[in-house]
């Protein structure tokens, strides 16, 4: 399968500053990134769809001036938590979806974000 | 809407006992994709299959087997033999076609699988 990589893997932040998660597809240029939260022994949600060159799609709820999505490169998709608070705290994974109809997303390894 | 039922939220079992996942899943679409993830303790999601909604066959991989019931709108995986290894969350998801063309995946719950010694 592809590969993908987040950074950071694991990160503690004061309430109130703003994190940065950075995804990257290693195999493949995506022009399509999924970004998804996952709460403890929850499901995982989908937050947004990041278009390289183009503006993200939110879902429902997410709230995109929070949530900054940036897809500067067909490699890389970024994820900046601004202002976090503690119940920002949450598994964020991002998926890459390689072109062609219907393929599976291949998932990073995830960044546990703890806001204190 | 598209939805997907994982109604086993934890299912624990006895080492090289067989045990069966359910996900039933609601879709107006005629063509979708259905999938399964599984999701051990470190977090990272792992790929274990794809079927579109044209191809009822089962599939068998190893110990992994699954069942896919169109006139039932399910999806049920089944482990045979599990071993401790085997312990994880599974995972049911189904593709969703966006207005964007990006195909969306909506999860299940999650079932939480302890396979014990």
């Known amino acids: 399968g592809a590969v993908v990589s987040q950074h950071p893997s694991r990160v503690i932040c004061k309430s109130g500053t703003s994190v940065k998660i950075e995804c990257r597809s290693l195999?493949?240029?995506?022009?399509?990134m999924f970004w998804y939260r996952q709460f403890p022994k929850q499901s995982l949600m989908l937050m947004a769809t990041?278009?390289?060159?183009?503006?993200?799609?939110?879902e429902q709820g997410v709230e995109k001036d929070k949530f900054l999505i940036n897809h500067a490169s067909l490699t890389l998709s970024t994820l900046t938590v601004t202002s976090a608070h503690p119940e920002d705290s949450s598994f964020y994974i991002c998926?890459?979806?390689?072109?062609?109809?219907?393929?599976?997303?291949?998932f990073g390894p995830g960044t546990r974000l703890t806001v204190l | 809407a598209q939805k997907v039922t994982q109604a086993q939220t934890e299912i624990s079992v006895v080492e090289k006992e067989d045990v069966t996942l359910d996900c039933v899943y609601e879709?107006?679409?005629?063509?979708?994709?259905l999938f399964w993830y599984k999701q051990p303790p470190s977090g990272e999601l792992v790929f274990l299959i794809r079927?579109?909604?044209?191809?009822?066959q089962n599939e068998i991989s190893g110990r992994y087997s699954w069942n896919f019931q169109k006139s039932t709108s399910s999806f049920n995986f089944t482990i045979t033999a599990s071993q401790v290894v085997d312990s994880a969350v599974y995972f049911c998801?189904?593709?969703?076609?966006?207005?964007?063309?990006?195909?969306?995946?909506?999860f299940g719950q999650g079932t939480r699988l302890t396979i014990n010694p």
């Open positions: 879709t107006r679409d005629t063509t979708y994709y």
């Open positions: 998926s890459v979806r390689p072109s062609g109809v219907f393929r599976e997303q291949f």
């Open positions: 079927r579109n909604s044209f191809d009822e």
């Open positions: 195999d493949f240029q995506a022009t399509t």
């Open positions: 998801a189904l593709s969703e076609l966006s207005l964007q063309g990006a195909q969306k995946l909506v």
């Open positions: 990041s278009n390289e060159g183009s503006k993200a799609t939110y």
